[in-house]
């Protein structure tokens, strides 16, 4: 089945509401982080005798979510292995409103829990299609470029959607919040509707070949990198709005400022992640974590101060969203014909990394160590992640010294 090229209007819509699934689920993933201390306030006890204990007890909502991407992206990955991209797309997105919509009416911490879990569900799987779709309607030789366009709502939801939510969450409860997102991926579900080209699947797929990828070690090796390299981001992510109100003693209206401002930062790094990703992917990478465990290690030392915490954060969403497009376009390259697969894990990867951060910052602070201290968390897990990247080239370079390419297929002259 050939697919008719697009014309301008309805391709531009196509790449846009790709693009706005991604903020949706940037807006549902850290605002949620930044509504810990409101969430926490009213649904466990013990809030005004111990917060700190009780927001890292909050922390829990992180570790669903980031559960949910974890089991939900190899799982459709897998099981939609035949399947239409483009009707992927659609289910998960119909998955994303019915999770965020029963997320805003629970009415206890463990319910909210649950469906925190079953929101994080389809979230690495339509990062995973969003890339190939994205890549396939922007043309050959931008798959870096269509990978950062298919991340790129999920960076401006930290500059608009997650400060804007959090504002709203603060003023109206924390529920009004999820209300919003909901909003976001209905509207994404009409436009995508309305203009996605109508890819045909490939029967020729199977769950169990698409599984079979996995027996790549390469691939074990860069899923460690996310999980790892990641929980950095995740460990300082978690508590900003704690380290905005208790650590530089700004008022609570400042958090979503300082969202927007790492926000910007990630948008940022993205569009030149893409750029550069393009261009030479193992040295995006490579200097990309060396950035990032410097910008970690800047955050523990100036982030106490208000104008310190403004450059740490920007600086760190840049130089975190930098490294996204390269690890993922190599994830799908060593993946081979189970691109979607290794497209989806890349995001599951990332949240075990959002998952370890989260848990590991919730200890570091609930040990009296500070709200900073998870800085140092996270730059441990960078060094651990960029010492898992050079494995992974060392591996990748002594394959191609014995005439094989990253999948272990004999290179053809």
């Known amino acids: 089945m050939t697919v008719a090229p697009l014309s301008p209007l309805r391709r531009g819509i196509a790449l846009f509401a790709l693009a706005f699934g991604g903020f949706g689920i940037g807006v549902t993933e850290f605002a949620t982080m930044g509504l810990l201390p409101d969430i926490a306030d009213e649904l466990l006890p013990g809030f005004a005798q111990a917060p700190d204990q009780v927001i890292a007890q909050a922390g829990a909502l992180v570790t669903a979510y980031a559960l949910g991407v974890v089991v939900g992206a190899p799982t459709f990955a897998v099981l939609a292995a035949r399947m239409s991209q483009t009707r992927l797309a659609f289910w998960l997105l ?15 911490f463990g319910s909210l829990a649950i469906f925190r879990f079953v929101a994080g569900l389809p979230h690495g799987a339509y990062f995973g299609v969003a890339s190939l779709l994205a890549a396939r309607i922007m043309g050959p030789g931008r798959q870096g470029r269509g990978i950062a366009l298919a991340l790129s709502g999920l960076t401006i939801a930290n500059v608009v959607g997650v400060p804007l939510a959090t504002g ?26 309305l203009a996605l080209p109508r890819y045909p699947g490939n029967p020729s797929r199977s769950p169990l070949r698409e599984l079979s990828a996995l027996r790549n070690p390469r691939i074990w090796v860069m899923i460690a990198v996310g999980s790892v390299g990641f929980g950095g981001f995740f460990a300082v992510y978690s508590y900003i709005a704690e380290v905005t109100t208790r650590e530089t003693g700004l ?48 955050y523990t030392q100036f982030a106490w101060h208000p104008l310190g915490l403004f450059a740490c954060v920007f600086v760190l969403g840049g130089t975190s969203s930098l490294l996204i497009p ?15 697969l290794g497209a989806a ?31 140092w968390v996270g ?35």
């Not at 409103?97 to 997320?103: D, E, H, L, N």
């Not at 300082?258 to 930062?265: Q, R």
């Not at 990703?277 to 490579?286: L, Q």
């Open 94 to 108: 119909g998955l994303l409103v019915a999770g965020t919509v029963a997320s805003a009416c629970m009415p206890t």
């Open 168 to 193: 709203m969450g603060q003023a109206l409860g924390w529920r009004s919040a999820y209300v919003l997102v909901a909003v976001i991926f209905a509207t994404t579900l009409l436009l995508a509707a």
């Open 251 to 298: 008022s609570p209206s400042t958090v979503p400022w300082v969202l927007a401002c790492l926000g910007l930062g990630m948008t940022i790094g993205n569009l030149v992640g893409g750029w550069a990703t393009d261009r030479n992917p193992r040295r995006t990478v490579n200097w990309g974590f060396i950035a990032f465990i410097a910008a970690l290690v800047l």
């Open 326 to 340: 390269s690890i993922q376009a190599r994830l799908i390259r060593i993946s081979d014909e189970a691109a979607l």
């Open 345 to 375: 894990v890349n995001h599951a990867a990332f949240n075990i990394g959002n998952s370890l951060g989260a848990w590991l910052g919730g200890l570091v602070i609930a040990s009296g160590l500070g709200y900073l201290a998870p800085g």
């Open 379 to 413: 730059a441990a897990l960078a060094v651990a992640g960029l010492g898992l990247v050079l494995l992974s080239n060392a591996v990748e370079a002594r394959d191609k010294a014995r005439g094989l390419d990253t999948v272990g297929i004999r290179v053809v002259e």
